[in-house]
């Protein structure tokens, strides 16, 4: 790596928390700065929270309109390589799609659009681009994750037959979006985060985790819908039954509404050899049994990982990785790839989520809901 590599910013501004993770995340492995940035619906808000992370007033930008096209008039040596978008759902696909027809790189949260029709538009803006599109699907840059994903595709675990996964929170248990706190209001809109609450929020985590892990698609859902805060129009919790493409049959509970919970992600795989099991709030164990040995626990640098999940260890055994950790995996990742491209080189399998998952993660989304409406009824994705 010649350089670090520049990155914008469109949200993220004061009082935002994925924008701060973000940012975090980017700088962990050094390979980032950040240089530019449209922080928030409002210029003056936007340049004092640029101003706030220490950037040149002239990078600090009003609109990421005026971002994007600025910074494609600038020299090669200075303007930003990619911009990192960090708004409610609703922003996403405007600034992604001007990015990219503009010459730059996206790194999108989740879900990635607002609507499917907008998902599958901006597929069809990357393909045309031939730039770098990676959606942060944080959890699968954990070590575990990568060791777990390795011991399935090698066979370890036999032929999957049973899935289960979980997320499950507890902060929406009351009605939070009366309130003045931003984060609960734009996630119960359906005009800025979409048909999905819950769905949108955390069950795509959920989606993308199992299929990420087991390598096989999901095939058919049957959901089941909760909408227990006053007046809310999108689910809150929801219980699912799901088919997968080899056969195997599955669950996904997921819930804003379960009192206690906290950051509840979790996921176990059964095989006709072995089965495993991970959780996102104990992030450093791996538990794996087996047909006939005994059980046997995974932990980051620890022994008897694969080279994926070696990859991804920073370091020494017994010091635990995190959320921040894995989040920052997906950006170590993305600017590996990127640097590749800068320098003429190709990489064969680029080790991120990508706009492809984002599609996934609306045809989640777009089958539960349409399920729910009919009852549950079994819905193709």
């Not at 069809?124 to 770098?132: A, M, N, P, T, W």
């Not at 299929?211 to 805060?229: H, N, P, Q, W």
């Not at 795989?269 to 791996?286: A, F, I, R």
């Amino acid at each position: 790596m010649s350089r670090k590599l520049r990155m914008g910013m469109v949200g993220g501004g004061a009082g935002s928390f994925i924008g701060d993770v973000h940012r975090k995340a980017a700088a962990i492995d050094g390979m980032i700065e950040l240089v530019c940035g449209a922080f928030s619906s409002t210029a003056e808000k936007s340049i004092a929270s640029g101003l706030a992370l220490h950037l040149d007033k002239s990078r600090c930008y009003g609109t990421f309109e005026d971002m994007i096209k600025t910074e494609a008039t600038l020299p090669e040596n200075e303007r930003m390589d990619f911009v990192a978008i960090v708004t409610p759902n609703h922003m996403h696909f405007p600034p992604a799609k001007m990015a990219l027809e503009h010459g730059f790189h996206v790194v999108c949260d989740k879900p990635v659009t607002l609507t499917l029709e907008e998902a599958e538009a901006l597929q069809d803006v990357v393909e045309k681009s031939g730039k770098l599109f990676a959606l942060t699907h944080n959890y699968t840059g954990n070590s575990m994750v990568k060791q777990a994903k390795a011991m399935v595709a090698k066979g370890e675990l036999g032929t999957i037959r049973k899935i289960q996964a979980q997320y499950l929170q507890g902060w929406l248990s009351t009605s939070l979006e009366k309130t003045e706190q931003k984060q609960a209001a734009w996630r119960v809109d359906p005009k800025r985060s979409g048909i999905g609450g819950a769905l949108g929020d955390i069950g795509t985590h959920a989606e993308n985790l199992i299929e990420f892990i087991t390598g096989l698609k999901i095939e058919e859902i049957a959901a089941d819908l909760g909408r227990f805060g006053e007046g809310r129009i999108l689910d809150d919790d929801g219980n699912m039954l799901i088919r997968m493409e080899n056969g195997a049959k599955g669950t996904i509970s997921i819930s804003q509404i379960a009192l206690g919970e906290e950051n509840n992600l979790g996921i176990k795989v059964y095989g006709t050899k072995g089965s495993l099991e991970w959780h996102q709030e104990n992030p450093n164990e791996l538990i794996t049994r087996w047909l006939e040995e005994t059980k046997k626990v995974y932990t980051p640098n620890g022994n008897g990982l694969h080279d994926e999940a070696l990859e991804v260890s920073r370091i020494p055994a017994g010091h635990p990785e995190g959320y921040l950790e894995a989040f920052a995996t997906i950006y170590k990742n993305f600017a590996t790839h990127l640097n590749s491209v800068n320098e003429g080189k190709s990489i064969e399998k680029p080790d991120y989520p990508t706009i492809d998952d984002g599609i996934r993660g609306m045809k989640f989304i777009y089958a539960a809901v349409e399920s729910d409406k009919n009852n549950a009824a079994w819905k193709k994705i």
